[in-house]
């Protein structure tokens, strides 16, 4: 399923005159074009859908919203760990050079976990 997830804009900078953010979805840390909603800042909550912030959100949505994705498995299905879970299925080791970033995906091991972290584990508020 693709959704749109909210994420806490963290960084914020003009690129090839486009805006861009450092975006964090409880863990994991994309670049997210502005370009919709200029007047986002650091600290927003911003509804991201295929790299495009669409709007704001208050804190207290994002994090009820992240919550309930989590309970239904959705953030894992978008962010988790597919080739260490696919290799672990498959029952083969993780194929080389596909390891998480931990600067990126702190939440991950090189061993994928049967539960993934919660909302509060990955220090999101």
């Not at 704001?56 to 309970?71: N, P, Y």
């Not at 080739?83 to 090189?110: F, K, S």
Request: aromatic share 6%.
């Amino acid at each position: 399923m693709c959704l749109a997830v909210p994420g806490k804009v963290m960084e914020i900078e003009d690129r090839d005159d486009t805006r861009m953010a450092r975006v964090d979805f409880g863990g994991v840390v994309k670049d997210v074009c502005l370009e919709y909603t200029p007047d986002m800042a650091v600290g927003d909550y911003a509804v991201v859908h295929v790299g495009f912030a669409l709007q704001r959100l208050d804190e207290q949505s994002a994090l009820d919203t992240l919550r309930e994705f989590e309970r239904m498995g959705e953030l894992e299905a978008e962010f988790g760990d597919h080739w260490g879970r696919a290799a672990t299925e498959a029952g083969l080791p993780r194929p080389e050079g596909t390891e998480p970033t931990p600067e990126l995906t702190p939440h991950l091991t090189t061993e994928p976990t049967t539960q993934p972290p919660t909302i509060e584990e990955r220090n999101l508020s």
